[in-house]
Structures are given as structure tokens and as C-alpha cells.
């Protein structure tokens, strides 16, 4: 059965950082892209990051491009998402997601994830 654990959220202030952990198991990791997603309330689930298998395929979404870093160690069948000079925007419970294919390419797009994370809560204060 394969699970993914997100860990790593918490309360910070604007302009911190914070990295989150996503841990993989009952699947071969390195066979699989992963990605991270977030969910605000009352808004829809958002594109955040995404790696292929190998990790030489890295793609972001434009709200956070350029402060946030995803990365992943296959070893310890993790995956991270490093968030910097984070905002009041960034507040939601982020996601961490594996397809069940295993492609190359990672996708942007949630109906490309088959595996999902509880969650975890990201809060950002001004």
C-alpha cells in the first residue's frame, strides 16, 4: 500500500522559511515523479512544484517560482519542498503527490497524481 507522509508545516512570519518533508513507502520512489500542491480555504487546490523520477525535470508554479525548491533524495525515498521569503499568500495545507505511471515528465496537472499526502499546515503571518 503506498503512502505519503508530509511533514515539516508550522506558524511562521513573513519572510521566513521553512522546508517540508514528504516520505514515500510501499512504493519505489525513484521510479516515480512527485509533486506538491497546496489548498487555501475556500479556494481550489493549486499547483506548487513538481520533480521528475531522476530529478532532472523541475517545474514550479508561478506564484512561487523563484522562492521555493523542490528536491528529493531517492535513497530515503523523500521528498522535499524548501520554501523561502515566504508570504501571508502562501498560507495553506500543502500536499505532496506521486503518479502511479512512471513516466519521465512530470505533470503540472492534479488528474496526473494518483497518490496523495494528509497534508500539512503552512501558516504565514504579516
Known amino acids: 500500500q503506498v503512502q505519503l507522509v508530509e511533514s515539516g508545516g508550522g506558524l511562521v512570519q513573513a519572510g521566513d522559511s521553512l522546508t517540508l518533508s514528504c516520505a514515500a513507502s510501499?512504493?519505489?520512489?525513484?521510479?516515480?515523479?512527485a509533486g506538491w500542491f497546496r489548498q487555501a480555504p475556500g479556494k481550489e487546490r493549486e499547483f506548487v512544484a513538481a520533480?521528475?523520477?531522476?530529478?532532472?525535470?523541475?517545474y514550479y508554479g508561478d506564484s512561487v517560482r523563484g522562492r521555493f525548491l523542490i528536491s528529493r533524495d531517492n535513497d530515503k525515498n523523500l521528498v522535499y519542498l524548501q520554501m523561502n521569503s515566504l508570504k501571508p499568500e502562501d498560507t495553506a495545507v500543502y500536499f505532496c503527490?506521486?503518479?502511479?505511471?512512471?513516466?519521465?515528465?512530470?505533470?503540472?496537472?492534479?488528474?496526473?497524481?494518483?497518490?496523495w499526502g494528509q497534508g500539512t499546515q503552512v501558516t504565514v503571518s504579516s
Open positions: 503527490a506521486a503518479p502511479k505511471s512512471q513516466t519521465y515528465i512530470p505533470t503540472r496537472d492534479l488528474s496526473g497524481y494518483d497518490y
Open positions: 510501499g512504493v519505489t520512489f525513484s521510479n516515480h515523479n
Open positions: 520533480i521528475s523520477r531522476t530529478g532532472m525535470s523541475i
